[in-house]
């Protein structure tokens, strides 16, 4: 990397993975989420997508059709969301966001590295990084070859089949000297809104099963709300629009706590 990009990257104060052992449990939702509520608490703060195979980001943050733009060094510039997140994601860079993306590895680790070195990301106090399932290619090539990524967020369900897959996540994280910073339990409980009553429809205690098992304090559950859903279906992260509810409380929480452990 030139002097020039070094200088520009190094304005990025923060970087954070956000890391699933498997997929759909709701991890770039999660990530989104994150995302704002670090920059609802006044911090400047971007949004990465390195899930080349399956980008979903500028769909849930309401960008779908913008594309990137490239600036008067050549850097590409971030698109900025209507709520003030600058956003990254290979969907915004291909003619047709449903087209597929067949790269190998040395593509793909090429790409992540540009999306670091060639996008003129500003000053940001936190770059939040979506990556895809797994311990392959993505996560690796941030964990190995990107300087200053400081902490790990890892999603989970509450299911046996989960926490197995997560474990060894977490386990590749401390292998190549990276941080966890905290677990978030997605689709934890769900609340029945006639009779009250809270319903383990995954099951129970995975995440905190992880907690004990590895020393990770900063843990939160989050339930599963048809709201969280159909917002980010709809590009409007929930966070942005349910200032007040359990939820976002709980988000504020963890992202307190994970401030603490970086």
């Not at 990397?1 to 304005?11: A, G, I, L, T």
């Not at 769909?59 to 600058?86: A, I, S």
């Not at 797994?134 to 046996?160: A, F, K, R, S, W």
């Not at 339930?223 to 942005?240: A, M, R, T």
Request: glycine share 10%; proline share 5%; charged share 25%.
């Amino acid at each position: 990397m030139d002097e020039k990009k070094k200088n520009q990257f190094n304005r990025i104060k923060n970087k954070i993975l956000v890391l699933s052992g498997k997929g759909g449990v709701g991890k770039s939702t999660i990530s989104v989420n994150l995302a704002y509520t670090l920059k609802n608490s006044g911090y400047k703060v971007g949004l990465l997508d390195i899930d080349l195979h399956g980008p979903s980001i500028s769909k849930m943050v309401g960008v779908e059709n913008r594309r990137v733009e490239v600036d008067e060094n050549n850097l590409m510039k971030p698109v900025l969301t209507e709520g003030g997140v600058k956003t990254i994601s290979l969907s915004m860079l291909v003619e047709r966001s449903d087209s597929p993306i067949i790269w190998r590895g040395p593509l793909k680790i090429k790409a992540i590295q540009q999306f670091f070195e060639d996008v003129n990301w500003g000053e940001l106090d936190f770059l939040i990084i979506d990556s895809p399932p797994g311990t392959g290619d993505e996560p690796l090539t941030v964990l190995q070859q990107i300087e200053g990524v400081n902490g790990v967020v890892i999603v989970t369900t509450p299911q046996d089949v989960s926490t197995s897959d997560v474990a060894r996540s977490i386990n590749f994280v401390k292998m190549v000297g990276g941080q966890v910073v905290g677990i978030v339990e997605n689709m934890s409980y769900f609340i029945c809104p006639v009779c009250k009553t809270q319903h383990n429809i995954f099951g129970e205690g995975g995440g905190e099963k992880l907690s004990k098992r590895y020393g990770i304090e900063n843990l939160v559950r989050i339930p599963i709300e048809k709201d969280f859903v159909e917002l980010s279906d709809s590009g409007k992260p929930y966070v942005e629009l349910k200032k007040d509810s359990p939820i976002t409380n709980t988000f504020k929480d963890f992202v307190d706590r994970m401030i603490k452990e970086l």
